[in-house]
T-cell receptor, first 115, second 112 residues
Framework: DTGVSQNPRHKITKRGQNVTFRCDPI?????LYWYRQTLGQGPEFLTY????????KSRLLSDRFSAERPKGSFSTLEIQRTEQGDSAMYLC?????????????FGNGTRLTVT | GEDVEQSLFLSVREGDSSVINCTYT??????LYWYKQEPGAGLQLLTY?????DMKQDQRLTVLLNKKDKHLSLRIADTQTGDSAIYFC????????????FGTGTKLQVIP
């Protein structure tokens, strides 16, 4: 079990640029989640995949945000035309659907700074 | 909707017990979790409790659940400096996706 892996760890970008983050879940986990965490707050849910299907999106996920999980394995989160308010830690988590209790396992996150 | 509340800060002396409290609003949550976050890191799952349990003990950690009052607590026995971190309480979304809703976190400071 290598854990959930996220890349890059840090990203600094200028306002208006596009950024893409990658998440590799634990290999046998078919559920994948994206969360966003701002300073001093708990993580907030953004979106959820079961295999390749995106089953739920938060109202926090504006139309500048898009997430994909094309083959049901890794996932990408893209932010277009970044704004300073997008600066946050973006966390990915995975869990296994077929187990009665499968808690979310988180990666170390990608910290985005928009200047 | 779900809402999870925690006190923001707790300071204890090394060797003492720490008790971190949490209240939640969704009585149909199936699992309640405690996660630990160290600076610059992701969230580490510490322990969890199923909603039909009152207590769960795991080494130095004891979780107490009062479902009637929707109150969850985490007790850390013999608190060490390495326990200094932010602790998040979280409840599952009863909708079935195992999505969790987090509290704002309690920052635990352990004084040597």
């Amino acid at each position: 079990d290598t854990g959930v892996s996220q890349n890059p760890r840090h990203k600094i970008t200028k306002r208006g640029q596009n950024v893409t983050f990658r998440c590799d879940p634990i290999s046998e986990h078919n559920r994948l989640y994206w969360y966003r965490q701002t300073l001093g707050q708990g993580p907030e849910f953004l979106t959820y995949f079961q295999n390749e299907a995106q089953l739920e999106k938060s109202r926090l996920l504006s139309d500048r945000f898009s997430a994909e999980r094309p083959k049901g394995s890794f996932s990408t989160l893209e932010i277009q035309r970044t704004e300073q308010g997008d600066s946050a830690m973006y966390l990915c988590a995975s869990s296994a659907r077929d187990r009665a209790n499968s808690p979310l396992h988180f990666g170390n996150g990608t910290r985005l700074t928009v200047t | 909707g779900e809402d999870v509340e925690q006190s923001l800060f707790l300071s204890v002396r090394e060797g003492d017990s720490s008790v971190i409290n949490c209240t939640y609003t969704d009585s149909s949550s199936t699992y309640l979790y405690w996660y630990k976050q160290e600076p610059g890191a992701g969230l580490q799952l510490l322990t969890y409790i199923f909603s039909n349990m009152d207590m769960k003990q795991d080494q130095r950690l004891t979780v107490l659940l009062n479902k009637k009052d929707k109150h969850l607590s985490l007790r850390i026995a013999d608190t060490q400096t390495g326990d200094s971190a932010i602790y998040f309480c979280a409840e599952t979304d009863p909708g079935g996706y195992q999505k969790v809703t987090f509290g704002t976190g309690t920052k635990l400071q352990v004084i040597p």
